[in-house]
């Protein structure tokens, strides 16, 4: 019954910063995996980066350096610091709870352009 809601997203330049958020509706302190995908048009979605429920963090090759995953279980909430952003970065990001369910968001909008 969890429900993910993303936020953050929007209009930005190369070289620039956006920070996602991902609010629950509930805890997620049960969810081993939380992560951050993206599909951008006429491509498959594909995971951004993923942190589990003891820190351990992961990140695409594409984003390594550039992008932080945080997760905050009082708050209930995952985020996707993104620095140095780059116009192949333009997708729609989707946050997921992994467990013994999964549970998807209904995605945010970043588009990188000059």
């Known amino acids: 019954q969890v429900q993910l809601v993303e936020s953050g997203g929007g209009l930005v330049q190369p070289g620039g910063s956006l920070r996602l958020s991902c609010a629950a509706s509930?805890?997620?302190?049960?969810?081993?995996?939380m992560g951050w995908y993206r599909q951008a048009p006429g491509k498959e979605r594909e995971l951004v980066a993923s942190i589990t429920n003891v820190g351990k963090t992961n990140y695409a090759d594409n984003v390594k350096g550039r992008f932080t995953i945080s997760r905050d279980n009082v708050k209930a909430s995952v985020y996707l610091q993104m620095n140095n952003l780059k116009p192949e970065d333009t997708a729609v990001y989707y946050c997921?709870?992994?467990?013994?369910?999964?549970?998807w968001g209904q995605g945010t909008q970043v588009t990188v352009s000059s």
């Open positions: 509930g805890s997620i302190f049960s969810f081993y995996l």
């Open positions: 997921r709870a992994e467990g013994f369910s999964k549970i």
